[in-house]
């Protein structure tokens, strides 16, 4: 069963980064697609940024201009950077991949954004 395991998060400024790394316990070599979802307190789990097999990214307009998705090797496969950051950035991240065969979610990490 494969595990994915987040890392990066933490706490940061108003308008500072941060670069959250999805780490697999098993090398990744094809995918559908690999992205990055946040759920903040009392709300859904909502999608932060997705990137494809062929590298088509999609990010929310909440996000956009602000954050990048990338892909990295076969066992840290996807990496998310956070610029400018803002309160409402405020949630628990979670890594996904979607392969031909499963959906694989990581146990999230915490990004909080005050000063």
Not at 9 to 19: E, F, I, N, T, Y
Not at 40 to 51: F, N, S
Not at 104 to 112: D, E, F, K, S
Request: charged share 15%; with cysteine.
């Amino acid at each position: 069963q494969l595990e994915l395991a987040e890392s990066g998060g933490g706490l940061v400024q108003p308008g500072g980064s941060l670069r959250l790394s999805c780490a697999a316990s098993a090398s990744i070599f094809r995918f559908n697609a690999m992205g990055w979802y946040r759920q903040a307190p009392g709300k859904q789990r909502e999608l932060v940024a997705t990137i494809t097999s062929a590298g088509s990214t999609n990010y929310p307009d909440s996000v956009k201009g602000r954050f990048t998705i990338s892909r990295g090797n076969a066992k840290n496969p996807v990496y998310l950077q956070m610029n400018s950051l803002k309160p409402e950035d405020t949630a628990v991240y979670y890594c996904h991949i979607a392969t031909m065969l499963n959906d694989y979610w990581g146990q999230g990490t915490q990004v909080t954004v005050s000063s």
